[in-house]
C-alpha cells in the first residue's frame, strides 16, 4: 500500500514538473517573440509643440490660438520664397491646401512660379501684426515684404495679407490668399 501511494505521489509530482516546464518553456518563447518585435519595430515619438498657451481642437472650430500659429506658418512659408526652391515651395503650400480649392490654388501658384523662375527675385516677409477670426476662418496679416534682387534689396513695402480657411473635421485647409489694398491707397 505504501508503495501505491508513493508512486501515485511520485506520478502527481511529476506531472506538476511537467506543466511547470511547459508553462515556462511558453513564456520563454512569448518573450523571444516580444523582445524580437521591440528590437525590429519602428519607433515613433509624437512631438508636442512648446507654446505658451494651451492648444485644443475641437468640432466647435479652431481657436484663436491655433488659427493664428497655423496662419503664422502658412504666411512665412508662403511670402517668403526664393527661385531655387520653387517647386518645393508650391508642392508645401499644396499641401496645406483645402481639397475643393486645390486647383485653383495652383493655378495661382503656376503663374507666381513661371514668372520667378529662372530670375533672381527673391522675397521675404516680416510679420509685425496677426488678426484672425476663428469663426469666419479668416486672418490677415501685416508686416514688411521686402524684394531682393541677388543681396540687393530693391523694395521694402508694408503689405497685408488675407488668408480663408476651411474646416472639415479637425482639419483646416487653405481655401485662398489675397494682398489687401493698403488704406493709404485707396483715398
Given at each position: 500500500?505504501r508503495?501505491?501511494f ?8 511529476l506531472?506538476q ?7 515556462a518553456?511558453?513564456?520563454?518563447v512569448?518573450t ?6 521591440a528590437?525590429?519595430?519602428?519607433r ?12 485644443s ?22 511670402l517668403?520664397r526664393?527661385?531655387q526652391?520653387?517647386?518645393y ?8 491646401a483645402?481639397?475643393?480649392a486645390q486647383?485653383?490654388l ?7 512660379v ?7 527675385i527673391?522675397?521675404?516677409f516680416?510679420i ?8 469666419a476662418?479668416?486672418s ?7 524684394t ?19 474646416r472639415?473635421?479637425l482639419?483646416?485647409?487653405l ?7 493698403d488704406q493709404?491707397?485707396?483715398?
Amino acid at each position: 500500500m505504501r508503495a501505491e501511494f508513493a508512486y501515485e505521489e511520485a506520478q502527481k509530482y511529476l506531472r506538476q514538473r511537467n506543466w511547470l516546464a511547459l508553462v515556462a518553456g511558453g513564456l520563454a518563447v512569448t518573450t523571444l517573440f516580444g523582445v524580437g518585435a521591440a528590437a525590429t519595430r519602428d519607433r515613433e515619438v509624437v512631438l508636442v509643440p512648446v507654446t505658451s498657451e494651451r492648444l485644443s481642437l475641437s468640432s466647435a472650430g479652431p481657436d484663436a490660438h491655433y488659427l493664428e500659429l497655423v496662419t503664422r506658418d502658412t504666411a512665412l512659408m508662403l511670402l517668403n520664397r526664393s527661385p531655387q526652391g520653387l517647386d518645393y515651395w508650391m508642392a508645401e503650400i499644396l499641401k496645406l491646401a483645402d481639397p475643393a480649392a486645390q486647383g485653383r490654388l495652383k493655378a495661382e501658384l503656376v503663374k507666381i512660379v513661371d514668372e520667378q523662375r529662372g530670375s533672381d527675385i527673391s522675397q521675404a516677409f516680416v510679420i509685425r501684426k496677426m488678426e484672425v477670426d476663428p469663426a469666419a476662418l479668416t486672418s490677415t496679416v501685416t508686416g514688411t515684404l521686402k524684394t531682393f534682387v541677388g543681396a540687393q534689396v530693391i523694395a521694402s513695402n508694408d503689405r497685408s495679407f488675407r488668408f480663408r480657411w476651411s474646416r472639415h473635421g479637425l482639419a483646416l485647409g487653405l481655401v485662398g490668399f489675397e494682398q489687401l489694398q493698403d488704406q493709404s491707397q485707396k483715398d
